[in-house]
């Protein structure tokens, strides 16, 4: 049994298939025990031993070698465990149901992914669709998202969904530095139901989305030497100015 649920935990691709989440540190453990998370697998070295008796673990425990905990883990000095949780369906996102969405279109970067996350519950926006993109559960996108990514709901998607999402009334708002026009032009489709897209850091958005796209959004700069903002920035401006709008801004 050990060196399957290492084999799923070191392949990417099999634990988002499995729909699991790995924790590596002790806060976001003792968050998700609090708040009743379903704790699978705990895998520990001796220097995380004591947490079993401190959080009264009754999943599966392995003990293993200090090595395997540092290579499962992401965190620079390991501490002591890895804690293998089941995500949480109830997360699963209803499109039908939704009137705005954010589509992350290639975003690799799980840094880039929970800041974007974190900003956008800030501001009100909970539901996220995943095109092609990192996993939600990824456990740097947790620490980055500050646990806020527990709080969303999430789907992963194709062009074939956002096409049908187009027929179904949402308009599909892209960021364009070069064609894009100020958010605050694009105000009646934010009083319908949108998507607004965050394309990979260093692609930007695929051809596919920019040929069905409503309208192209622009964020405005004094300094034109800086080349572009960061997409977690550059989604943290635009959740900002959305929010003020619809809440009776300018």
């Not at 959080?55 to 293993?64: E, G, L, P, R, W």
């Not at 992401?74 to 969405?101: H, I, M, R, W, Y």
């Not at 999430?154 to 027929?167: H, S, W």
């Amino acid at each position: 049994m050990r060196n399957k649920i290492i084999e799923i935990l070191l392949d990417k691709k099999q634990l988002r298939a499995n729909n699991l989440i790995i924790v590596d540190t002790e806060k976001i453990l003792k968050d998700l025990l609090n708040t009743g998370f379903d704790l699978k697998y705990f895998l520990y070295s001796e220097k995380g031993e004591g947490l079993i008796e401190k959080y009264n673990i009754k999943a599966d425990t392995v003990k293993t070698k200090t090595f395997i905990i540092k290579k499962l883990s992401s965190v620079e000095t390991d501490q002591g465990f890895v804690a293998v949780f089941e995500a949480p369906l109830n997360n699963k996102l209803d499109t039908v149901k939704e009137k705005q969405l954010i589509l992350f279109d290639k975003i690799q970067d799980p840094t880039n992914t929970g800041a974007i996350i974190r900003s956008g519950t800030a501001f009100g926006f909970y539901s996220y669709l995943f095109l092609d993109s990192v996993y939600i559960f990824n456990n740097k996108t947790i620490r980055s998202s500050a646990g806020t990514c527990f709080m969303v709901k999430y789907k992963d998607t194709d062009i074939a969904e956002i096409k049908k999402l187009k027929e179904n009334g949402f308009k599909l708002l892209i960021t364009d530095k070069e064609k894009g026009k100020d958010i605050r032009e694009l105000k009646k489709y934010l009083k319908e139901r949108f998507i607004l897209v965050f394309g990979n850091e260093g692609e930007g958005i695929r051809n596919e989305i920019r040929e069905i796209s409503d309208e192209k959004v622009n964020i405005d700069y004094p300094d034109k030497k800086v080349e572009s903002l960061n997409v977690s920035n550059a989604a943290s401006i635009l959740f900002y100015e959305i929010n003020n709008i619809l809440n009776g801004g300018k």
